[in-house]
Structure formats: structure tokens, C-alpha cells
């Protein structure tokens, strides 16, 4: 626990964090008419407008939403106007759908907010008597938690030092998709392409996060962690499913069994890998020399966490960590080999930059705005979670003309908000160069915000002391992977090949396997 004069040094530093956060400019700030008390003509959230139950049903499993439920939003938009009620089962959600509400939302969030309760993962940690970690405390337990792996995480010259290791993993990566190609049929198709950058970000933010290589891109992928990265999968597909269901129907279904096994796997697993890096660290430090190594080895020697802790908040970064890089990069690489113009705009910048296929550095990808450009258009059209949530237990809040109570649940429906026509012209178009600002000269260009779309329309990795804290380490994983794909590959579709689209599973993924031809460039 930290000392009580760190504990103010915090706070200060959070309700500096919740007014200004780090992510996108200033918003407009809510409207002052918004906090004139209840006589001022607000409505209560039983006046709010939503679907009905039955509604809710027929949508989902009669009109084929289920697995759409990004779609949804966009028919409720339309329905129901930029802010609707609804309720499923215990859930019941506030959706905010225009990036003015969104951030009325956030800005009286408080100092800890909260994105969403998740009951059935408290449960898990107190069955198994561990800690609840970064993803279930709340509040200034939280905060320390999460001030501590900041420094590591978001600062660019920290995060930056981790590019050798990425690009190792990379490395990988190519040897794969060169292996992969030679062994199809027409010796050019790598298949299922979302799965294999599903154990590229596996292999790379665990390589940071345990300071081990875990093989997840051999050929033989070794049996510790095909047991991890299956109970990672298996974790995720049934969280949802676990959330919705009452607790009576446990001993009638699988869904919780299976979901207590899984996490039991994902924490055992990691267990063995930070054990084993806490032997190297006190073997260090027993012959009197300080440890050396990254992240993990500054996490364990600043003891700013208990070893229960660092167990399952490791385990939680890593959860977080591995969709947003493989889901972006499979989007980004299926939009580039559709759109000819844009990955050979894309190749002959990478080429400026670095000629004769030389590995990118850190430095490099500074000097590549169009690069950045695609990867952002890519999580503008395909946004890694399609709705992220606000908890706001501390106060009432205002939003809009409805005044909600302590403890209501927001849904920031930012799939509708990045396909939003009055925010992005052409919004469903594949466009990087909305993301370009030419310079004063006219002769370049540089990454910058347009400035027609409102700052909270899009917020891919979230905004203020509840940012995405793996952000930094996900765009350089995205950055050197893409570069360098593109250094050696044409991309391609396979003939014949329709349309993917998208479905949702808590996460924005491909709804069928991404198929793509591989063409060694000259």
C-alpha cells in the first residue's frame, strides 16, 4: 500500500488525468443549462426511449443481429435517436451514440472510472482466493495498480526500447507466412490469416510481458502454450455467455465449469513464467548485481505490487493486448490487398523510408504518416471493441437532457459513431488519406486529426486515466509488422474469394476465415 503522501501525489495526478486526458483534444464541455438542478426541465432514465424485451429478441435471433450487434446499433440509432435504454437479462444499459454524448459521459466519469462491472471474473478471483487485479478493482486500488505499470507502458522512449524484441517476432512472422505460402496449393495463399497474427500478437506482447519466447510461431507449437493460448479463447468466447446467465442454471449448463477451468489454465500458465522470472531477478540480485531485464523484471524489482498481483494483471494485459494487434493487422492487410492504390502508396513510402527491405526502427516509423494513416483508418472501420463501457458508481450524472442515477451503465457505442456520415464523409469507404494533413509547402504530408470530425468519434484505444495502457506497445507491434509485410509481400485476395464481413464475439472479428495470396516482391 502506497504512503499516504503518494496516495494525495495520485490523486492529484488522476483528477489532473480525468480533466485532461491524454487521448484526443479538449471536447466541448457538457452544457451548463445540463447542472442547473432537477427543476431544470431534465428527464430520468425511465423516460429514456429503448426496444422492449421482445423487441430486443426478435432482433437478435429472428432479423439475425446476434452476432451483429455492431449493425445494431445503428438500427437503434436510427430508431430511437442518439441516446436509448436497454435491457437483456441483468443488463441494463444506457447507449450513447453521438461523440457529444460520449463525452459528457466521460468527463463525469470521476477520478476511477469504471468501463464495466464484470461480477463473474470478481467471483472467479474469489474463489480461487487470488487478487482481483487491473480488470475488477475499482477505485484508488486501481489507481495503483495502474500508476505503476504507466511509466513502462505509455512513455515512448520506454516502449520504444521493446522494437528489437518486436522485431524478432516479426522475424518469425515472415519465416511463417513464407512457410505457410510455399506449403498451398498454389504456392502463394496463406489461409485463415486472422489466426496466425492471433499467435504473432500472442508471441509478441508475451515476449514483452514475460520476457520469454513462447513458440507460439513454430510449427509445433509446445504444449504450455497451445494450453495458453486455448484457454485465452476459450475465457473470451464464454465470458459474455457466463455474464447473461443467472447463477441458478450453473449446475444445468457447462458454460461456468468451462469458464472456471479456463482461467484456472490462463493463470497456472503464467504463474510458471513469472515464477520463473522472479528466480532470475533474486539469483540476480543474491550476487549483488542489479536485475536486468525489461518490463517484468522493473514490475517485479520496483515491489510496488504483491506477487499475487503482478500474477493476474500480467495475465490481464496479455488479454487485452493480443486481439487488438492480430484483429487490426488481419483488417489492415484484407483492405490493403482489395485496394491496390493504397497498398502501393503504402509500400513506396515504407521504401522511401527504409530502402532495400531494411528493417524499420523506432525512429523510422516517425517518418511514416501513411502507415499510421492505414492503421487508423483500419480501426476506424473495424474499432477492436465495437462498444466500451462507462460505470459511473460515485454520482448522479447529466447527459444530454437525462439525469441518471449512482451506478448506472453506459454503453459508448463507437462502431456507430466511426460510421457516422456527419463525422466521416464516405464512412464506410477504405480512405487513410482522411487521416493526412498536407504542410504549408504542399510537398508532404503529416499524420494529424482531420479537423471536421468531433475528437470523441473516434477513440479506438479509450481516452484519459482509463486508457487502453497497452496502446503504445500495440500500434509499434502493428507499425513494424505491417511495414515489414509490405517490404516483402504483395498482398492479394484469392481469386474467386467474396466479401468478409464482421461479426461480433465481445471483440469486432472476421466473420469467415481471411484467405490471401502472399507475392514476393521483386
Known amino acids: 500500500m502506497a504512503s499516504s503522501a503518494a496516495a494525495a501525489r495520485s490523486l492529484r495526478l488522476c483528477v489532473r488525468g480525468a480533466r485532461a ?28 426511449p429503448g426496444p422492449s424485451l421482445p423487441t430486443t429478441l426478435y432482433w437478435l435471433f429472428l432479423r439475425g443481429y446476434a452476432d451483429k450487434s455492431h449493425l445494431l446499433q445503428g438500427v437503434q440509432r436510427s430508431l430511437y435517436g442518439p441516446m436509448w435504454r436497454s435491457r437483456f437479462g441483468p443488463l441494463d444499459i444506457v447507449n450513447v451514440a453521438s461523440p457529444e454524448l460520449i463525452a459528457q459521459v466521460i468527463q463525469q466519469e470521476g477520478c476511477y472510472p469504471t468501463r464495466v462491472e464484470l461480477p463473474h471474473w470478481k467471483e472467479y478471483r474469489e474463489l480461487r482466493g487470488q487478487a482481483y487485479g487491473l480488470h475488477v478493482d475499482t477505485g484508488p486500488e486501481w489507481y495503483r ?5 504507466n511509466p513502462k507502458m505509455l512513455k515512448l522512449r520506454e516502449v520504444s526500447a521493446y522494437a528489437p524484441l518486436i522485431q524478432q517476432v516479426v522475424g518469425d512472422l515472415l519465416e511463417r507466412v513464407e512457410f505457410l505460402r510455399w506449403g498451398s496449393r498454389d504456392g502463394a495463399t496463406v489461409s485463415d490469416v486472422a489466426a496466425e497474427l492471433h499467435k504473432f500478437g500472442f508471441e509478441g506482447i508475451s515476449s514483452i510481458l514475460f520476457e520469454t519466447r513462447l513458440g507460439c510461431l513454430r510449427e509445433e507449437i509446445p504444449a504450455g502454450t497451445q494450453r495458453f493460448i486455448s484457454a485465452v479463447n ?18 444445468l449448463l457447462p458454460f461456468w465449469g468451462r469458464f472456471v477451468r479456463a482461467w484456472d489454465d490462463l493463470y497456472d500458465v503464467a504463474r510458471v513464467l513469472i515464477d520463473r522470472r522472479i528466480s532470475d531477478v533474486e539469483a540476480q540480485e543474491g550476487r549483488g548485481r542489479p536485475a536486468e531485464g525489461m518490463f517484468l523484471t522493473s514490475l517485479l524489482s520496483s515491489r510496488r505490487l504483491s506477487r499475487a498481483e503482478v500474477y493476474i494483471t500480467v495475465t490481464e494485459m496479455l488479454l487485452g493486448a493480443v486481439d487488438t494487434t492480430s484483429n487490426t493487422l488481419s483488417w489492415a492487410l484484407y483492405r490493403l490487398a482489395r485496394h491496390r492504390g493504397v497498398q502501393d502508396r503504402l509500400h513506396g513510402e515504407v521504401s522511401s523510408v527504409c530502402p532495400h527491405r531494411r528493417e524499420p526502427s523506432a525512429e523510422d516509423l516517425s517518418r511514416m504518416p501513411y502507415l499510421k494513416a492505414v492503421i487508423k483508418e483500419t480501426l476506424r472501420l473495424y474499432p477492436v471493441v465495437p462498444g466500451n463501457g462507462r460505470f459511473v458508481a460515485e454520482a448522479e450524472v447529466v447527459v444530454g437532457n437525462y439525469r441518471f442515477p ?8 463507437h462502431y456507430a459513431t466511426c460510421h457516422d456520415e456527419e463525422q466521416f464523409e464516405g464512412a464506410d469507404l477504405f480512405a487513410p488519406e482522411r487521416w493526412l494533413r ?4 504542399g510537398a508532404a504530408c503529416r499524420a494529424a486529426p482531420p479537423p471536421r470530425h468531433h475528437p470523441y468519434s473516434f477513440i479506438p484505444f479509450g481516452v484519459g486515466v482509463r486508457a487502453c495502457v497497452g496502446k503504445r506497445v ?13 517490404q516483402h509481400y504483395d498482398v492479394r485476395p484469392e481469386p474467386g474469394d467474396p466479401p468478409v464481413g464482421a461479426k461480433t464475439r465481445t471483440l469486432l472479428i472476421p466473420a469467415k476465415p481471411i484467405n490471401l495470396r502472399f507475392l514476393p516482391r521483386a
Open 474 to 486: 500495440a500500434e509499434m507491434e502493428m507499425f513494424l509488422a505491417l511495414s515489414r509485410l509490405i
Open 406 to 413: 449512482k451506478k448506472t451503465q453506459f454503453h459508448l457505442c
Open 145 to 149: 495498480i495502474r500508476s505503476t505499470l
Open 234 to 251: 476459450t475465457m473470451m468466447t464464454l465470458s459474455e455467455t457466463v455474464l447473461l446467465l443467472p447463477r441458478w442454471c450453473r449446475r
Open 438 to 441: 498536407p504542410e504549408a509547402s
Open 21 to 48: 486526458p491524454a487521448g484526443p483534444p479538449t471536447a466541448p464541455e457538457p452544457p451548463r443549462r445540463a447542472h442547473s438542478g432537477a427543476a431544470g426541465g431534465l428527464k430520468s432514465i425511465d423516460e429514456l
